[in-house]
């Protein structure tokens, strides 16, 4: 259950309209880094984690946290379109405000679409979209999504917050900056508690043993003048297993080839024929294929 408390988290009180700026901070609230891809991300990694107590707990405080940030960001763009679209010198503009938006820089949709209110979009109007989000249900790997978002995040409200001399603005941008410095802490030490806690090693490592063994711990160079083994990822010890790093130089590829086989000639793929004739396929086959592969699975027979 979720509780609305009408207070924000911090005062959003531009200390002037904005309309431009409004357009720029639409980047924070459903860009690819926005607050709305971690409200999300961290709300399904908490409803899906699989350890009661302190890792669901944490995950949901933040996941929470940042619902409250998409709201504080929400009312600050509203605040920043009062009266847009601005009056403009050309006589055109004045008498279509759609017109002067697109000529005064801001986006029309803050005036057609939302009346004046923010959006789920990003700075350019694109739909903010679920695909962003990163919700796997290992806790390794998505406390390291969830540095790599929060990092992204803040270096982009880092960028607007120079973008503007707002008194009010900035106010509010410099909680938001705290609050992802010490979200990229609190990724990191999780990471940490999960080692400690032995239910993750330093890296995703699932099937260790039945990797290649050697190209675990190889560096492979693909430009006879590159520096790239000079630096300490292709020299000494690997992090996990402690392998002596090898480098190979050139690569040595395999005798495949890549040649696909005849494609099917009802769906007209362009083909010269040299691979001979290829065979109709049907749905009936395309599902007697996918049933075995369910069997194969199931019975652990290839």
């Not at 926005?34 to 405080?61: A, S």
């Not at 992802?180 to 609190?186: G, I, K, V, Y």
């Not at 494609?263 to 040299?274: E, I, N, Q, R, V």
């Not at 194969?296 to 027979?301: D, Y």
Request: with cysteine; aromatic share 8%; glycine share 10%.
């Amino acid at each position: 259950m979720y509780r609305h408390v009408k207070n924000l988290q911090f005062e959003s009180k531009p200390q002037k309209p904005d309309a431009v700026l409004a357009m720029k901070m639409q980047e924070l609230v459903a860009g690819q880094f926005g607050e709305m891809t971690v409200m999300m991300q961290y709300l399904f990694q908490g409803w899906n984690c699989r350890i009661p107590g302190k890792y669901k707990d944490m995950i949901l405080d933040i996941g929470t946290e940042e619902i409250g940030h998409v709201e504080m960001l929400s009312t600050m763009i509203a605040r920043l379109l009062e009266g847009a679209p601005n009056e403009t010198t050309e006589k055109a503009a004045a008498a279509n405000p759609v017109l002067g938006a697109v000529l005064g820089g801001m986006n029309p949709q803050h005036a057609i679409v939302s009346g004046g209110g923010a959006l789920p979009f990003n700075s350019q109007g694109v739909p903010w979209n679920t695909g962003y989000i990163v919700a796997s249900g290992n806790l390794l790997t998505d406390f390291r999504s969830n540095v790599h978002a929060e990092a992204q995040s803040r270096l982009q409200t880092s960028r607007i917050y120079n973008m503007t001399d707002d008194p009010g603005v900035r106010d509010m941008l410099k909680f938001n900056l705290a609050r992802d410095t010490f979200h990229q802490q609190q990724w990191l030490l999780g990471i940490e508690q999960l080692q400690e806690d032995g239910l993750a090693d330093l890296i995703e490592d699932s099937n260790f043993e039945n990797e290649d063994k050697i190209q675990d711990h190889t560096y492979w160079v693909f430009d006879e003048t590159s520096a790239g083994p000079e630096g300490r990822w292709a020299r000494g010890m690997t992090l996990v297993d402690e392998q002596e790093i090898l480098v190979q130089n050139p690569p040595v590829p395999s005798e495949d080839t890549a040649l696909l086989p005849p494609p099917d000639p009802k769906l007209y793929a362009t083909y010269d024929g040299s691979q001979g004739r290829g065979k109709p396929g049907t749905a009936t086959g395309a599902t007697a294929q996918g049933i075995a592969n369910v069997v194969k699975k199931v019975t652990g027979t290839d």
